[in-house]
């Protein structure tokens, strides 16, 4: 570690001794940056056994390590992770994060998943957050996925303009699986001139909440159809 890093590392110590923090949720005191024990009490991380593919969690460890539904009909991403099982724990932290302009939640949703992202961050990876249309770029003023993104990669890894959203889509919540698969057909491109930046290189995939996997499954084949390696994809929390 450096010594500005090392003088980082003991200056967060002491602060963190000194001052007290707020949880992020209820606003009780907690020890660390982040959530109260109570609070935590309501998450679900999502830890083995599960599905080698999908991350699905699983009730137990089966013999191929697969789910039954990428038994039977696998997604064109080579593995999904996720942080936890979206249920109103985490979506408490990723509606202010996704909509309320909460980017101070960005270090504290990244560090929920930063060892999925070690463990498939494989040499030469590219980290591209899911796009936003310009228009609701523009209504919102920030993409959530990129700056989660942005957080993890490194800065010669982190690769925002490599896939973009070619039209705007209506609100995937609330469609059935069926009609979200359709509402994402065809959306996203790469850019001509980043395909040789792409070309064999393994990405991953960052976003914010998986329900159906539509969207990052179409990604992807827009990815691999681009001439990219395996892409991987990795979310906060997933709809089970």
């Not at 949720?25 to 991380?45: M, T, Y």
């Not at 992202?117 to 996925?145: E, K």
């Amino acid at each position: 570690m450096s010594l500005a890093g090392t003088m980082r590392y003991f200056i967060g110590l002491a602060t963190d001794q000194l001052l007290p923090h707020q949880c992020l949720l209820c606003g009780r005191f907690c020890f660390d940056r982040g959530v109260c024990a109570s609070c935590w009490d309501g998450a679900w991380p999502i830890s083995a056994p599960l599905c080698h593919r999908c991350g699905r969690p699983l009730a137990h460890a089966l013999p191929d390590h697969l789910c039954g539904q990428c038994w039977l009909a696998p997604p064109p991403l080579a593995a999904i992770r996720a942080g936890f099982v979206y249920n109103d724990f985490s979506r408490a932290l990723i509606l202010p994060f996704k909509h309320g302009d909460a980017l101070h939640l960005t270090p504290v949703l990244g560090r929920f998943v930063t060892r999925h992202f070690n463990a498939m961050n494989d040499p030469g990876s590219l980290v591209i957050p899911i796009p936003l249309h310009r228009r609701r770029y523009l209504l919102r003023r920030y993409n959530q996925s990129a700056e989660l993104a942005r957080w993890l990669a490194a800065t010669d890894t982190f690769a925002p303009n490599m896939l973009q959203r070619r039209h705007h889509n209506k609100s995937q919540a609330g469609l059935s699986r069926l009609r979200r698969k359709n509402n994402v057909a065809g959306i996203f491109s790469v850019p001509h001139k980043y395909r040789d930046i792409l070309s064999g290189r393994p990405v991953i995939l960052v976003d914010d909440v998986m329900a159906s996997g539509a969207t990052l499954a179409a990604a992807a084949r827009c990815l691999l159809a681009a001439g990219s390696g395996p892409v991987k994809g990795l979310v906060v929390a997933r709809v089970l």
